[in-house]
């Protein structure tokens, strides 16, 4: 069993940074790809960015060039650093991760980020 906590959230004008923490704890050991996830009111969860064991990163479209994902070997923690953001990246952004061995997938609860025009 894996549990992440995802921190970091917060409330920013446009063109301004932030940065999302998830600390992951439990069986960390056994954590593949991780990544971040978001969902606006009314909208779907959608995949913002991942990055895989071996640290190769992949990004939305409407992200590439201003977020950057990255990953802490020793602590199993991922990142999330936000720049020039803009009112449309306001969402809950979860963290996730998968199993090496079941890919059973893990979230976490979620932190608001809210970018005021």
């Known amino acids: 069993q894996v549990q992440l906590v995802e921190s970091g959230g917060g409330l920013v004008q446009a063109g301004g940074s932030l940065r999302l923490s998830c600390a992951a704890s439990g069986s960390t050991f056994r954590i593949n790809d991780m990544g971040w996830y978001r969902q606006a009111p009314g909208n779907q969860r959608e995949l913002v960015a991942t990055?895989?064991?071996?640290?190769?990163?992949d990004y939305a479209d409407s992200v590439k060039g201003r977020f950057t994902i990255s990953r802490d070997s020793a602590s199993k923690n991922v990142y999330l650093q936000m720049n020039s953001l803009k009112p449309e990246d306001t969402a809950v952004y979860y963290c996730?991760?998968?199993?090496?061995?079941?890919?059973?997938?893990?979230w976490g609860r979620g932190t608001q980020v809210t970018v005021s025009s």
């Open positions: 990055i895989s064991a071996g640290r190769s990163r």
């Open positions: 996730h991760a998968t199993d090496l061995i079941s890919n059973r997938e893990f």
